[in-house]
C-alpha cells in the first residue's frame, strides 16, 4: 500500500519569494512516481511536475521544482517567486511502477500569497 | 490537440435516483482512464480506472459502477444514489508515453 502525507494544512507566503511544500510518502514498491497537482478555487486539477524515483536530478518546471530526497522518501515542491495565482490547494501524489498507474493523494496544502 | 470533457458541471439529483457521468478524450487512442472522487476539503480518492475497452479495475467497492463502451469514453454510474456519494467527481487521462494523469472539469454532485 502507498501512502502520502501532507503535514501542512495551509501555508502563507508574501508575494515574490519563494514557498517550500512539504510531502512524505511511504511505499514498498522498488519503482514509483511522484507528482505534484494545484487545484484553484475553480476545482481544476492541474498537472505541475513529475518525478521518477530512479531520476538522478530533480525535476524542475518553470517556477517549480521538486526537491527529491529518496531516503529521507520526502518530495517537497518548491514555488520561486511566488505570484498571487499560485494561491491555491496543493496536492502531493503518487503511482507504482514509475506511472501510468492509479495514483494515491495527500490530504493536500492550502497555499494564500499576500501581496 | 487532446482534450478531456466531463459532464454535467454540476447535478442535484435526490437519494435513490440513478446516475449516469460521462467522460470523453479526444486527440488520442487507447488512453488509460480514471474516475477520482473528492469530498469537500479532502483529497482525491479512486474509484475505477481503466487501460482500455470493457477492462475495469475497482478500487472502492461501493454503490458505483464504471463502464467503458468505447476506446475514449468512460461512464461513472449507479442504480441507486445515497447521500455519501455527494462530491466532485473527477476524469482523467493518461497520455502514451508520459506518467502524469491530466484531468477533466469535473462534475459536482450534490445528493439531496
Known amino acids: 500500500a502507498q501512502k502520502i502525507t501532507q503535514t501542512q494544512p495551509g501555508m502563507f507566503v508574501q508575494e515574490k519569494e519563494a514557498v517550500t511544500l512539504d510531502c512524505t510518502y511511504d511505499?514498498?514498491?522498488?519503482?514509483?512516481?511522484l507528482f505534484w497537482y494545484k487545484q484553484p478555487s475553480s476545482g481544476e486539477m492541474i498537472f505541475l511536475i513529475y518525478?521518477?524515483?530512479?531520476?538522478?536530478q530533480n525535476a524542475t518546471e518553470g517556477r517549480y521544482s521538486l526537491n527529491f530526497q529518496k531516503a529521507r522518501k520526502s518530495a517537497n515542491l518548491v514555488i520561486s517567486a511566488s505570484q498571487l495565482g499560485d494561491s491555491a490547494m496543493y496536492f502531493c501524489?503518487?503511482?507504482?511502477?514509475?506511472?501510468?498507474?492509479?495514483?494515491?493523494f495527500g490530504s493536500g496544502t492550502r497555499l494564500q500569497v499576500q501581496p | 490537440s487532446q482534450t478531456i470533457h466531463q459532464w454535467p458541471a454540476t447535478l442535484v439529483q435526490p437519494v435513490g435516483s440513478p446516475l449516469s457521468l460521462e467522460c470523453t478524450v479526444e486527440g488520442t487512442s487507447n488512453p488509460n482512464l480514471y474516475w477520482y472522487r473528492q469530498a469537500a476539503g479532502r483529497g482525491l480518492q479512486l474509484l475505477f480506472y481503466s487501460v482500455g475497452i470493457g477492462q475495469i479495475s475497482s478500487e472502492v467497492p461501493q454503490n458505483l459502477s464504471a463502464s467503458r463502451p468505447q476506446d475514449r469514453q468512460f461512464i461513472l454510474s449507479s442504480k441507486k444514489l445515497l447521500l455519501s456519494d455527494s462530491g466532485f467527481y473527477l476524469c482523467a487521462w493518461t497520455p502514451w508515453g508520459l506518467y502524469e494523469q491530466y484531468f477533466g472539469p469535473g462534475t459536482r454532485l450534490t445528493v439531496t
Open positions: 511505499t514498498s514498491d522498488p519503482s514509483y512516481g
Open positions: 501524489a503518487m503511482s507504482p511502477g514509475g506511472g501510468r498507474r492509479a495514483l494515491t
Open positions: 518525478q521518477g524515483s530512479y531520476d538522478q
